[in-house]
């Protein structure tokens, strides 16, 4: 039998907005109670975005942070994973500024820059909640996310050999892995890495099951057993990805940042069912679900106990 199977949920992000579901938590309320729901449905590790309270628009605002990541804290014991991704229309600095007052014990990290294109969303809706939404979609298709050798160099030093924090390194192609490996060659990244492996973004590798198996037996050649991996695939993709992974000894993650569905043509009602229908399907398959203090072990976390908030 394998090892425990992590997993992992990303409560809201910064692609989906407020049109799109009425689910999709954006108050810092809304976002703690969907964190713990999804904590206590099975989720060890919780990946947090910020969302300004009035509109729901992504933030980079540490205040915003710290009306929900508290709360969350108190209520679970679910290792928190803030992400230095924020939004592709944000600085660096302003990427840092929420995890550098938290000190978390994981962050994600985009292993590179990439197109992320998200235009083609402004197709699905005819009218919208805010204006900020169609707006920050359009900007996306002549936008870069920008991560540069030096940007995950910065990161690394200022969020893990300062912060104690270890990464959730987010490979959307296959590149991505080569330009992990190249820091784990120069000291800066020590196993156990954990590399979440992301198909269906428009800029990265496509939803095909052949690509998941090329970007795991990839990372077998670069990695050996020195890492973790966990997948996520976008919208309809989410869960057969998933399910595959699982069966392949790897780890996953849903979550509404990741697909506001639950099956086709209807959407989740929170972070927490599809959690459960994750939950349910590694349980099927034989397989038993991470608690968050086996993640923390699996992942050589630094501990709850040792977070600034």
């Given at each position: 039998?394998?090892?425990k ?11 989906h ?21 999804a ?8 990946h ?18 710290m009306?929900?990541?508290?709360r ?35 962050c ?10 998200l235009?083609?969303l402004l ?6 909640k805010?204006?900020w939404e ?24 200022v969020?893990?050999e ?24 120069r ?6 890495f ?7 973004i ?14 795991k ?7 050996g ?9 976008a919208?309809r993709?989410q ?15 849903v979550g ?5 569905y639950?099956g086709?043509g209807?959407l ?8 459960k ?13 991470a ?19």
């Amino acid at each position: 039998m394998a090892a425990k199977v992590i997993i992992s949920c990303a409560v809201t992000g910064s692609i989906h907005t407020p049109t799109m579901s009425e689910h999709l938590p954006v108050t810092p309320e809304q976002i703690a109670t969907s964190a713990i729901d999804a904590a206590k449905a099975g989720a060890a590790i919780l990946h947090l975005h910020a969302r300004d309270p009035q509109n729901g628009r992504p933030t980079a605002d540490p205040a915003v942070y710290m009306q929900f990541l508290p709360r969350i804290k108190q209520a679970t014991d679910a290792v928190i994973n803030i992400t230095t991704g924020g939004s592709m229309l944000m600085t660096v600095d302003q990427r840092l500024e929420g995890p550098q007052l938290a000190a978390p014990e994981m962050c994600s990290l985009n292993m590179g820059s990439m197109n992320f294109g998200l235009y083609p969303l402004l197709e699905r809706y005819k009218s919208w909640k805010h204006e900020w939404e169609p707006q920050m979609l359009a900007a996306t298709e002549d936008a870069i996310f920008k991560n540069t050798f030096k940007d995950i160099a910065r990161i690394l030093a200022v969020m893990g050999e300062k912060h104690g924090t270890r990464f959730e390194h987010e490979c959307y192609d296959v590149g991505h892995l080569y330009n992990l490996a190249h820091f784990v060659d120069r000291g800066a990244v020590k196993p156990p890495f954990f590399v979440q492996m992301i198909f269906g973004i428009l800029g990265g590798i496509g939803a095909d099951m052949k690509n998941l198996f090329f970007m795991k037996e990839t990372a077998d050649k670069l990695f050996g057993k020195d890492y973790r991996w966990s997948v996520l695939a976008a919208g309809r993709h989410q869960m057969p990805f998933a399910t595959q992974a699982v069966m392949m000894g790897g780890n996953v993650r849903v979550g509404l940042e990741d697909s506001l569905y639950i099956g086709k043509g209807k959407l989740a009602v929170s972070n927490a069912e599809q959690v459960k229908k994750i939950r349910t399907i590694i349980e099927e398959l034989g397989f038993e679900i991470a608690s968050p203090a086996e993640a923390r072990e699996m992942l050589a976390l630094k501990g709850g106990d040792r977070v600034a908030f």
